[in-house]
């Protein structure tokens, strides 16, 4: 198949090489999982459980709230400790309302609450849906968008291809290779699965050429199937982003502030496959996920399956603990991980990686003044201008970089990586972003307001209108009856 | 008979003149300054009276005379004295300009004695409660205007800043000068 080039991008060092051979271990059932009700886009979970209630292995705790929205399952059997507020795995370090789970032990599972389905592929494509939908399966490249909601739409939109994103091209992340290699079958059984649900005709499963094991693995699997296709795609940063995939594969331009779905393709993580593979064969929810632990501040570096809730502190023991103690710890690859400062918040479902770094991998330097080199114009793959943005994003000039196309960035950090002067060109551009976003709020907010003034008003004013119709009535009345009682009064006179 | 008859009469009376005082209104519309229209727009119109002036619409006026300063509106803000400016082709320094943190009332329920005095001030109607139950501000439709907070005798509403959540929270501006 003809392959097609994406401008820009960049090649950092991809640190792969510490995970990618080690097999996936698994993480025994921690003593306490923390579930956080919200760890997807869309509405939070809203729970069913109560403090204090026994619980099992794979039973739904919270369930989805509005169309975009997941349900939370127990990922082991036992009792809620409790349901409150604790630090969220955000960069912001906000609370956020979370199911203390506080395991027994046995990790007993839940009977399930449907028949085991021999063949998926004779379910309704809807049916399929709803089914990944309830089992609360978002996003697993780490965007946590739900998948039900994608299905759905792109069963409605007409979809041609299923691209199966396997880029992976975060440097340090491996979870998605070692799932390639470990468990292709279970992959391509999801993709077909995924296939059926929207209708589409043919899925390509794109891998970049870093990953050869795993290429040799899924070709291996695919190979009988006439409708599915292992694609070997360059080793570029930033291959796994959704609109530069179908590019990539495709030679199709995803339209600005448009979806995938706009062009008949649809864009899913090969984890999110291999969840509604677990899902539809086995009924088994979204309760674990492949966490790649790395970075050279890590003793024992590897992938680990995780159930989701475990605390980073237990994983990162489970690793071996630090070898040096970490200049920098990052939820995420490093180029768009977030960084955290503390280990006593939860894998969630779009964890790919715990990265912890010594100060020999940082190279964090002061910025100083651009000195308009246009190596982030070079390295943009959105075909933007950072320098310009960015200049005036500083001076708060938001309007003129929304017009240069802010909106099309993707945040993926290839001008910050190639800036010679070390600005933070993509920082600069997520603030603007939600400067943005706050400030169509707060017009949004004002056109509400002026709403409910003017309902106001018409309500006093047809108040004060039905008190003087009332009061006219009343009077009327009072005259009629004055009149009435005078009229008899006459006639008695008279008679 | 009599009671009946007289009823429909107030009736018709009422709608005929309610009818001549709508087309009037139409017909005899007088003709203002667009400016203050277009400025009125932009300002919250919650009438909080925090400029000095009786209502947005008398500030919207002032404005547009030059008598009052595109930085009048308290709750506007910077962002909208920006606008304002634009508008306005004028040129301004909002250096002076203090951003006030967005607030929203809360009823402090220990206090709250069911006067029902509130919800009759509040502008855009976002209290509720009869008399001698708790009253309650809706969240979504609050201004934080402040006009209840001034007529609660127990003092028992106050405005609070809006706290943020991870539903709110943005990415800061980076601090790095260069």
Known sequence: ?495 | MMNLSAVAAMTLLGLSLGLLLGYAARFFKVETNPIVEEIELLLPGTQCGQCGYPGCAAAAVAIANGDAPVTACPPGGRDLAKELAAKLNLVIDLSGVVEKAPTLARVNEQLCIGCARCPKVCPTDAIIGASKQLHAVIRDACTGCGQCVAICPTESLQLYPIETTLRTWQWPKPLIAH
């Open chain 1, 1 to 495: 198949m003809k392959l097609f080039r994406f401008h820009g991008g960049v090649h950092p060092n991809d640190h792969k090489r510490l995970t990618a051979s080690k097999p996936i271990s698994l993480l025994p059932i921690p003593q306490r999982l923390y579930l956080p009700l919200q760890q997807h886009i869309g509405a939070p979970a809203e729970p069913v459980v109560n403090i204090g209630e026994t619980v099992l292995k794979g039973q739904l705790l919270a369930h989805s709230q509005g169309h975009i929205s997941a349900p939370v399952h127990a990922p082991t059997s036992g009792t809620i400790l409790d349901i409150g507020p604790l630090t969220a795995p955000h960069p912001s370090g906000l609370p956020i309302r979370t199911v203390t789970l506080e395991s027994d032990g046995t990790d007993q599972w839940t009977p399930a609450l449907e028949e085991a389905i021999r063949d998926p592929l004779i379910l309704d494509p809807e049916e399929i849906s709803n089914r990944v939908g309830t089992a609360g399966i978002v996003g697993m490249g780490g965007a946590t968008f739900p998948s039900a909601v994608k299905l759905k739409l792109s069963l409605k939109r007409k979809i041609h291809t299923l691209i199966i994103n396997g880029g992976e091209c975060e440097p340090y992340l491996t979870c998605d290779d070692r799932l390639m290699q470990e468990r292709p079958a279970q992959i391509a059984d999801g993709i077909r699965i995924i296939l059926h649900a929207v209708q589409a005709e043919r899925a390509i499963i794109a891998i970049e050429n870093n990953k050869p094991a795993a290429i040799v693995a899924m070709k291996a699997t695919c190979a009988h199937l006439a409708d599915t296709q292992v694609i070997v795609v360059p080793a570029q940063y930033p291959m796994g982003s959704e609109k530069h995939l179908i590019q990539t594969l495709l030679g199709q331009e995803v339209p600005a502030g448009g979806l995938g779905a706009d062009i008949g393709v649809l864009v899913h993580n090969v984890g999110t496959a291999y969840a509604v593979h677990r899902t539809i064969r086995y009924h088994i929810p979204l309760i674990s996920r492949i966490v790649t632990v790395s970075g050279d501040a890590i003793r024992n570096p590897q992938n680990v399956e995780v159930p989701i809730g475990t605390p980073l502190s237990d994983v990162i023991q489970h690793c071996g603990g630090f070898k040096t103690t970490p200049a920098r710890l990052l939820m995420g690859g490093p180029m768009m991980g977030n960084m955290i400062n503390n280990l006593n918040i939860p894998v969630v479902k779009g964890t790919s990686g715990i990265v912890a770094l010594t100060s020999q991998a940082l190279t964090q330097q002061l910025p100083k003044p651009c000195i308009r080199c246009g190596r982030c114009v070079d390295s943009c793959p959105c075909g933007l201008v950072p320098l310009e943005m960015a200049a005036h994003i500083r001076k708060d000039n938001l309007e003129k970089a929304a017009e240069l196309g802010l909106v099309d960035c993707v945040a993926c950090g290839c001008c910050s990586y190639s800036c010679p002067a070390h600005i933070p060109l993509v920082q600069y551009f997520n603030y603007a972003k939600g400067a943005l976003f706050n400030r169509q709020q707060t017009k949004h907010r004002s056109e509400e307001t002026r709403k409910l003034i003017e309902q106001r008003k018409s309500r006093l004013a047809k108040e004060e209108e039905a008190k003087k119709l009332a009061a006219l009535k009343r009077k009327a009345e009072k005259d009629a009856q004055k009149k009435s009682l005078k009229s008899q009064a006459d006639e008695e006179v008279t008679s």
